[in-house]
């Protein structure tokens, strides 16, 4: 059974730094690229950044970028995403996302990808 299993997600306040991790069971990321995506209520589902496969291009939602950094451990299997200086506007339901990777290639448009998690709340509040 291929599942993405999110974890890391709490209560911070502004400023402060979260990790999230996306593990993957009964499949490997090797193969795979993986984006982080989140939606807060009320909101559309957004995507916050990706992670290519090969050669593990990356990208970031403008919001985010210099705030927010993607990384993968395909020996752990799982892929990160490391959060700094949040802001009240990151509050949200933080997903990850994996499709088979197509060479050098990422995205975060929600409809190119097969396989979900659960996701984990992030709350930004003082």
């Known amino acids: 059974q291929l599942q993405l299993v999110e974890s890391g997600g709490g209560l911070v306040q502004p400023g402060g730094s979260l990790r999230l991790s996306c593990a993957a069971s009964g499949f490997t990321l090797d193969y795979y690229a993986v984006g982080w995506f989140r939606q807060a209520p009320g909101k559309e589902r957004e995507g916050v950044s990706c992670?290519?496969?090969?050669?593990?291009?990356?990208y970031y939602l403008y919001s985010v970028k210099g705030r927010f950094t993607i990384s993968r451990d395909n020996a752990k299997n799982t892929v990160y995403l490391q959060m700094n200086s949040l802001k009240p506007e990151d509050t949200a339901v933080y997903y990850c996302?994996?499709?088979?990777?197509?060479?050098?290639?990422?995205?975060?448009?929600?409809?190119?990808?097969?396989?979900w998690g659960q996701g984990t709340q992030v709350t930004v509040s003082s």
């Open positions: 992670i290519s496969n090969i050669d593990g291009r990356t």
């Open positions: 996302a994996a499709t088979v990777a197509r060479g050098s290639w990422c995205s975060v448009n929600a409809h190119d990808y097969d396989y």
